[in-house]
Nanobody, 125 residues
Framework: QLQLVESGGGLVQPGGSLRLSCVAS????????IAWFRQAPGKEREGVSC???????NHAESVKGRFTISRDNAEPRVYLQMNNLKPEDTGVYYC???????????????????WGQGTQVTVSS
């Protein structure tokens, strides 16, 4: 059974950068769509970025131009590079995966099969 573990969260000042990492328990992730979600206190979980098995990416409007998602199937690991962070980016960030070897696109809806435990990101001066 697939398991996901996130890391890389922390406290950063506005305008700063963080790189989140999601490592899988399986040898390869190349047949999975992977997404990052976040949840701020008192708010619903929202999709941030995703990458399909065909390496197509999708981002929420609020993070376009600032966040980049990438995957290293050889490890297997997925990264979320977050630049120019804002206080509204604060929240618990979750990695999620679903088996989908042929999907050309990925979804930012929370319909993924496997979830990690989350890593806290706090953007504050």
């Amino acid at each position: 059974q697939l398991q996901l573990v996130e890391s890389g969260g922390g406290l950063v000042q506005p305008g700063g950068s963080l790189r989140l990492s999601c490592v899988a328990s399986k040898r390869t992730l190349d047949t999975y769509s992977i997404a990052w979600f976040r949840q701020a206190p008192g708010k619903e979980r929202e999709g941030v970025s995703c990458i399909s098995s065909t390496r197509r990416t999708n981002h929420a409007e609020s993070v376009k131009g600032r966040f980049t998602i990438s995957r290293d199937n050889a490890e297997p690991r997925v990264y979320l590079q977050m630049n120019n962070l804002k206080p509204e980016d604060t929240g618990v960030y979750y990695c999620a995966a679903t088996w989908n070897p042929t999907a050309p696109l990925c979804s930012l809806l929370p319909q993924y099969e496997t979830w990690g435990q989350g890593t806290q990101v706090t953007v504050s001066s």
